[in-house]
């Protein structure tokens, strides 16, 4: 085998397991029990699942180390698309993410849409990325609006668990990221740090694994 097709056909293997290791990556999918290795059929959460999550820690708003904004209520509404696999994550659309008893005015503007990553290496517990939300808000007297764009990570979703029968942890996410403006005047910071803490409401059970 001459020297030329050998590199041509160790490139293709290559972008071959490039592809193979990023499906097996965004395999995830909604389990609702969390003492099988593997979450089969009858514990996958179907598409059209609702999940909700109510702030149970302040968020706060920064930039450059210093706190511009604190909301200490909201709640954080989506809907599955579908129900993930072997191959693909699951989608949920974002019907409400709301902010209460802030410093100041902070609204969610364009609610966008958040997928859930399962964590290689982890049992149960994701990442959360959120897409094309944008959240307004007034800074400094100006209007300022930051967003997650294509997309950013969240935060991360810790399992519910169940320390003895009957009782029931539910599970958490612990937002932790960085929003870009997207408009607003010199007034308004370029990025924001955003960190908050929710507790999943609904369904009680609720973990990411592979299918």
């Known amino acids: 085998m001459n020297y030329v097709k050998m590199l041509g056909l160790l490139a293709l293997a290559a972008v071959a397991a490039m592809a193979f290791a990023a499906g097996m990556a965004s395999a995830t999918v909604l389990c609702s029990t969390n003492t099988k290795t593997v979450c089969g059929a009858a514990w996958q959460y179907p598409a059209n699942t609702e999940i909700e999550a109510s702030m149970t820690e302040s968020a706060t708003f920064s930039s450059a180390s210093e706190v511009v904004m604190t909301c200490s209520e909201g709640t954080l509404k989506v809907k599955t698309e579908n129900a993930g696999s072997g191959t693909e994550t699951v989608r949920a659309k974002v019907s409400l993410w709301s902010w209460g008893s802030c410093s100041g005015t902070t609204d969610t503007s364009a609610l966008g849409e958040v ?10 517990n994701g990442t959360v990325t959120s897409k094309k939300t944008t959240i307004k808000m007034t800074l400094f007297g ?6 997650t764009g294509e997309g ?41 740090g955003l960190s908050a803490k929710y507790t999943v409401t609904s369904p009680k059970t609720l973990s990411t694994k592979t299918s």
């Open 142 to 147: 100006s209007s300022c609006l930051y967003t």
């Open 152 to 192: 950013v990570d969240l935060g991360t979703l810790t399992r519910s668990t169940e320390p003895m029968p009957g009782t029931i942890i539910p599970p958490v996410i612990d937002v932790s990221t960085t929003l870009a403006k997207s408009e607003g005047g010199l007034l308004c910071p370029s990025f924001l």
């Open 115 to 124: 997928e859930f990553h399962h964590i290689e290496g982890s049992a149960t």
